[in-house]
């Protein structure tokens, strides 16, 4: 499916975003964990957190819609031996979390995914699982896996690289290994399996960037989960960068390993307010309110990047936007996404007008320029890099043509709706 963009006027309304796609993932895999029922609130509908539902199924949980915003999960007859492959999908989280959590089953199973997703390194997650004891046969660190699920011994794993992924699918082996499982990472990723561990009961302790579990049995409690900061990324984008714009986004999770693009739209004298602060299930959430702003350019780099790695191609389309120079370091895990999100922004934002280097780990926008448009755009099978071409077309002089849009289903399939309802 193809998408035409054309020029807005302005962007205005009070939206509410999807559901934190992170904390849906976990929401349902920590469910299965629990032996018991667990009633989800307001879980995200995408098809990433569709594949790990589908795969928690096969493995023995039942589920029961009670509306289309509550869920429950009843683990009682899980975990048990799948009798079918195991699909992923696109799912780089569903895949990495769930090779730690069968790995220490006592039965075996085989995880497949997509061509995107087959193309992914799992090397970063099957070193440590070996580790600890863990029987995996792949192919070149790559999918499909066979995993021959035994019990684990904990291991102290020191990460060359800040990764939510590698921490969680550690930590969640840990679960059901014997002894103290811990990690330790340059950086402290997004924090939503401890926080998650620790609301539901897991014996967890969290000392900076290094985080211990021991063996442990998570209790079944109910879960509401916050708003996606990632998704509402586009619409804080958006009204940053439209003349005459101002919306209000309700119940967004503004978790502190999760927020860095606040920081970054503060830096670059971005007019945003953070209002009605709360705790939800554990998660700090808010209202967020922005209007159109004259930004600035800024550095980007070090410890904030595993805070917002999944927003910097958007960042770099309000980067576009800003007078001065905007620098992106330290993001080299970029290449390794659904697409290599270096090169990609690069590339299509360069056909739109933009001035953009690329180099080893990041990128160096050149601002403000005014995009002109008229041309094609491609996707390249990621989600992020269609939505973020959507919110440049809304400021070029001329339509754009974004192909296979429909990849934006994967995360956000009420994307469309949602950015139509606000435009005029």
């Given at each position: 499916m193809n998408k035409l963009v054309k020029k807005a006027k302005y962007i205005k309304g009070e939206i509410e975003i999807p559901a934190d796609k992170s904390i849906t993932h976990r929401a349902f895999m920590f469910s299965a964990l629990t032996k018991g029922k667990v009633k989800i609130s307001n879980f995200s509908k995408g098809k990433d957190c569709l594949s790990t539902l589908k795969i928690i199924e096969q493995l023995g949980c039942e589920k029961k819609y009670i509306n289309e915003k509550e869920i429950i999960i009843d683990a009682a007859n899980a975990l048990k031996e799948p009798n079918t492959l195991l699909d992923c999908?696109?799912?780089?989280?569903?895949?990495?979390?769930?090779?730690?959590?069968?790995?220490?089953?006592?039965?075996?199973?085989?995880?497949?995914?997509?061509?995107?997703?087959?193309?992914?390194?799992?090397?970063?997650?099957?070193?440590?699982?070996?580790?600890?004891?863990?029987?995996?046969?792949?192919?070149?660190?790559?999918?499909?896996?066979?995993i021959k699920g035994k019990k684990l011994n904990a291991i102290e794993y020191n990460s060359p690289l800040s990764s939510a992924q590698v921490k969680s699918c550690i930590l969640l082996a840990g679960l059901n290994a014997n002894g103290v499982t811990t990690f330790t990472e340059p950086y402290k990723s997004r924090n939503h399996t401890e926080l998650m561990f620790e609301y539901m009961g897991a014996d967890i302790k969290t000392q900076g960037n290094r985080v211990s579990v021991k063996e442990s049995q998570l209790m079944p409690v109910d879960i509401s989960v916050c708003g996606d900061i990632s998704s509402a990324a586009f619409f804080m984008v958006a009204a940053l960068i439209v003349p005459n714009s101002e919306i209000l986004i309700k119940n967004v999770g503004i978790n502190e390993t999760r927020a860095g693009i606040i920081d970054v739209i503060k830096s670059m004298n971005g007019e945003i307010e953070i209002i009605n602060e709360r705790l939800v299930s554990n998660e700090k959430t808010a209202d967020i309110k922005l209007r159109y702003s004259k930004l600035k350019g800024c550095t980007i780099q070090g410890e904030i990047i595993p805070k917002l790695i999944d927003e910097i191609p958007i960042i770099a389309v309000m980067a576009t936007q800003?007078?001065?120079?905007?620098?992106?370091?330290?993001?080299?895990?970029?290449?390794?996404?659904?697409?290599?999100?270096?090169?990609?922004?690069?590339?299509?934002?360069?056909?739109?007008?933009?001035?953009?280097?690329?180099?080893?780990?990041?990128?160096?926008?050149?601002?403000?320029?005014?995009?002109?448009?008229?041309?094609?755009?491609?996707?390249?099978?990621?989600?992020?890099?269609?939505?973020?071409?959507?919110?440049?077309?809304?400021?070029?002089?001329?339509?754009?043509?974004?192909?296979?849009?429909?990849?934006?289903?994967?995360?956000?399939?009420?994307?469309?709706?949602l950015i139509t309802s606000i435009t005029y």
């Open positions: 999908g696109n799912s780089g989280t569903t895949t990495r979390l769930m090779a730690g959590i069968l790995s220490g089953q006592n039965f075996n199973s085989k995880l497949i995914g997509d061509i995107s997703l087959s193309k992914r390194p799992m090397k970063r997650v099957i070193e440590p699982l070996s580790m600890m004891g863990a029987e995996i046969i792949h192919n070149d660190f790559k999918l499909p896996i066979e800003a007078e001065g120079k905007t620098v992106i370091k330290d993001a080299q895990d970029l290449r390794n996404k659904e697409a290599d999100r270096i090169s990609t922004v690069k590339k299509e934002l360069t056909k739109l007008g933009a001035h953009i280097e690329e180099t080893p780990d990041g990128l160096i926008i050149y601002g403000k320029t005014e995009l002109k448009g008229g041309c094609e755009i491609e996707c390249c099978h990621d989600h992020r890099i269609a939505m973020s071409a959507y919110i440049a077309g809304l400021i070029c002089k001329e339509d754009i043509l974004i192909k296979e849009f429909e990849w934006v289903d994967i995360s956000f399939p009420e994307f469309s709706n």
